[in-house]
Each structure stands twice: as structure tokens, then as C-alpha cells.
């Protein structure tokens, strides 16, 4: 579980979502307001959900990389507004999934594998965020399997 969470805040932009999911090679951010998680942003979310209904992180790249975001913003242009005025309040997932902190590691492998979601918040009764899980973390766990193992083998030798 990573405990230091990097998250949206309710008004924070879609764009700067989306910049910050690709800039972090993440797959999903909650949105936290006063320490308590109010929802859930992944990169599906930004394709899917609320007024954008493309893939975003593919559009910032194209923004920055031809200059189109001035020109855009400039011509205050009715096919883009909806991208710059949208909050992450706006799409994110309310109803996410979550963990206890006292979850057992099989109860996370099965929402994994039954719900498709990913990463997953570790919270508290009041839905205070303690931290996130991710798939990353589960395959950090596997590889330091074999690395108890070799160190297992060597010991005995």
C-alpha cells in the first residue's frame, strides 16, 4: 500500500487530471476533499465519463505538441470548452470501490480479479483515505517472493 496518495481535488480540471495520470503513469487518482475520499478518477473515466467523451491524455499530447492550446482557449471554441471548464468532480466515479485497512491480500486479489478496477483506496469508517493499492504493488509483492526465496536457497548453502 503506498500511504502518501497523490489526489484530485473536487475543482481541479479534467486536463490536470489527465496530465497528472499521464505525467505519474497512473491508472486512476481519488478525488480528496479535507482527507476524506469523495470519489474516484480513472483513466477509463476520462474516455467515458462527463463532458469529454474522448481520450484526453491523447488530446493534451496533441494540444502541447502542435500549440493548439492557445488557439483553442483564444478562440474560445465550443467543441473545447467543455475540456477546459470540466472538473474532476464532474467525472469521477462516486461509487468506487475500496478497501479496510485490515483487508486480508486475498480479499484484494478478488476484487482485482471480479471487479476490474485499479487502483483501489485503502479507507477508513469515514472514508478517510489511508492510502491506495494498485496493481504495481501487488507485482512488487511477487517479485520480492523470489527474492525470499534466493535468499532462502543461499542461506542454507
Do not use: C, W
Not at 489526489?7 to 482527507?35: C, H, M, T, W, Y
Not at 466515479?93 to 483501489?120: C, M
Request: charged share 25%.
Amino acid at each position: 500500500m503506498t500511504k502518501e496518495v497523490i489526489s484530485a481535488k473536487p475543482k481541479d480540471k479534467i486536463i490536470e487530471v489527465a496530465e497528472l495520470l499521464q505525467s505519474k503513469g497512473f491508472n486512476g487518482v481519488p478525488v480528496v476533499e479535507n482527507g476524506k475520499i469523495l470519489g474516484m478518477i480513472t483513466e477509463s473515466d476520462l474516455v467515458s465519463r462527463g463532458p469529454a467523451s474522448f481520450h484526453i491524455p491523447s488530446l493534451i499530447k496533441i494540444f502541447h505538441e502542435f500549440k493548439l492550446e492557445k488557439y483553442a482557449r483564444g478562440k474560445q471554441n465550443s467543441d473545447f470548452q467543455p475540456i477546459f471548464e470540466a472538473d474532476a468532480e464532474s467525472i469521477m466515479n462516486p461509487d468506487f470501490v475500496s478497501i479496510g485497512p485490515d483487508a486480508e491480500i486475498t480479499e484484494l486479489l478478488k476484487i482485482f480479479q471480479e471487479k476490474h478496477v485499479n487502483p483501489i483506496p485503502v479507507v477508513d469508517q469515514e472514508k478517510k483515505l489511508i492510502g491506495i493499492v494498485s496493481l504495481s504493488d501487488i507485482v512488487k509483492l511477487i517479485s520480492r517472493f523470489r527474492e525470499a526465496e534466493l535468499d532462502f536457497l543461499s542461506a542454507g548453502q
